[in-house]
Every structure is written in structure tokens, then in C-alpha cells.
């Protein structure tokens, strides 16, 4: 399993002090996971949020922050490839010429995200033979 995570301080919502709040991402079942939970060691309070795909901004940014960007780049992709490439976003969700964006920006200057988004778009276009390169983003 590819995982990533930082830990960032925040106040308390209960007693307002600070709160330390461990921020991760992860691949689970060809899916992105994220997760945060936090704890506050002065009062006990204790909270856990996590979901699916879209990490929220604020997790997110806080990740990169702390990891860096990273970025996955494509080459040789013409022909076959590049129907394979655009058939990779279409089937995740992509409107067409967001999938034509997106795969000119792989095969140019690269995508930016977080290491886990782009490791597991990496081997959703290896199971479509396409190889890709992820760099960066891995300070955690």
C-alpha cells in the first residue's frame, strides 16, 4: 500500500489548545483514501474524518505543504498510446476535453498532485501500458 501523511498542530475545538492532527493519504482497493484524525493531549478530545477520491482542500494543501508536489510525466504516447492515455481520464471521470488536457499536459509539462494521486495514476496507465514517471513529492 502506498501511504503518505503528515502531522500538523491545530487548536482544540472543546478547550482550545493545541491539537496535533495526523493528515494522510493512501491508496486502498485502486482508490484514494484519505484520512485525518486528531487528538488533543490537554483534554482527550478526539476526532477522525476520512473519505474517498476528492481530498479536501484543506487536507490536501496541508500535505503538499508538507511533501512537496509531485509530478508524473508520459512519454511516447502516440497513436494507440494516446487513445489508451485519453480512455484512462474518460474512465475517470474526465469530460473529453478535460482528458485531452490532462493527457497533452502529461506528455508536455507533467501533472502536478500529491505523490498517492499520481502513483495511482501511474498504475491506472500501466494496466494500460502506458509508462509513466512520478518525481517529487515524497519529503514525507
Not at 18 to 27: K, S
Not at 31 to 40: E, G
Not at 106 to 131: D, F, H, K, Y
Request: proline share 3%; hydrophobic share 35%.
Amino acid at each position: 500500500m502506498i501511504s503518505y501523511g503528515v502531522s500538523i498542530v491545530r487548536a482544540c475545538s472543546d478547550c482550545g489548545s493545541e491539537m496535533t492532527c495526523d493528515l494522510a493519504q493512501r491508496i486502498v482497493n485502486d482508490r484514494l483514501h484519505w484520512t485525518a484524525w486528531c487528538h488533543c493531549p490537554h483534554c482527550g478530545s478526539a476526532e477522525e474524518t476520512f473519505g474517498w477520491d476528492d481530498t479536501p482542500a484543506e487536507i490536501r494543501d496541508a500535505l503538499v505543504a508538507g511533501c512537496g508536489l509531485a509530478r508524473l510525466t508520459v512519454e511516447g504516447t502516440t497513436g494507440p498510446g494516446r487513445v489508451a492515455l485519453l480512455k484512462v481520464f474518460r474512465d475517470a471521470g474526465a469530460s473529453l476535453p478535460e482528458a485531452q488536457t490532462a493527457a497533452q499536459r502529461a506528455v508536455t509539462t507533467g501533472i502536478e498532485g500529491t505523490r498517492v494521486e499520481l502513483e495511482l495514476l501511474t498504475q491506472r496507465l500501466e494496466r494500460s501500458t502506458i509508462t509513466a514517471i512520478v518525481t517529487g513529492g515524497d519529503r514525507c
